[in-house]
């Protein structure tokens, strides 16, 4: 586990103990896509939204 993953969940049982919810992270795969999102790149270029 990243330590980016490991701090996000970290903080939201934080988060549902204080406000309570839903315990768990819904999805897994989407949430680590999601993390990885600003280090995608192809042919040297960064694959963000477009400006």
Known sequence: MSV???R???H????IAQFSGSHGIRDQE????A?????????G????LAE
């Open 4 to 6: 980016a993953l490991f």
């Open 8 to 10: 996000i969940k970290s």
């Open 35 to 43: 993390l990885a999102q600003p280090q995608a790149t192809f042919g």
């Open 12 to 15: 939201s049982q934080a988060q």
């Open 45 to 48: 270029q960064y694959l963000g």
């Open 30 to 33: 989407l949430l680590e896509s």
